[in-house]
Nanobody, 126 residues
Framework: VQLQASGGGMVQAGGSLRLSCTPSARTFNSGTMGWFRQAPGKEREFVAA????????RHADSVKGRFTISRDRSKNTLYLQMNSLSPEDTAVYYC????????????????????WGQGTLVTVSS
């Protein structure tokens, strides 16, 4: 299964972008999907995740109130709506997925995900 992420680009501070991630198959209907990011010279960090059922979502403290994760069942697509972007949000954003329904406390652990997309670059200028 491949994860195709898109929607990255360059935006000015305060602007918005929406990332999309579409699996090549409907494999994660009972699982969990999420977004991670990696800034230049930094470690990968958790951004947001949700169970595909929609029952549970989790956002990193650094993006709460600005980013929202969601999914469209009919399109089999995961989204990350990013508002009020700042230069600190500049990073490559990765979509990740697992067929397991992760508990809330595990959603931020990259090791819990089995599939990763190729990444999409988000650049926020000041």
């Amino acid at each position: 299964v491949q994860l195709q992420a898109s929607g990255g680009g360059m935006v000015q501070a305060g602007g918005s972008l929406r990332l999309s991630c579409t699996p090549s198959a409907r494999t994660f209907n009972s699982g969990t999907m999420g977004w991670f990011r990696q800034a230049p010279g930094k470690e990968r960090e958790f951004v947001a995740a949700m169970r595909w059922s929609g029952s549970t979502t989790r956002h990193a403290d650094s993006v709460k109130g600005r980013f929202t994760i969601s999914r469209d069942r009919s399109k089999n697509t995961l989204y990350l709506q990013m508002n009020s972007l700042s230069p600190e949000d500049t990073a490559v954003y990765y979509c990740a997925a697992t067929t397991r329904s992760l508990i809330f406390s595990s959603m931020d652990d990259g090791k819990a995900y089995d599939y990763w997309g190729q990444g999409t670059l988000v650049t926020v200028s000041s």
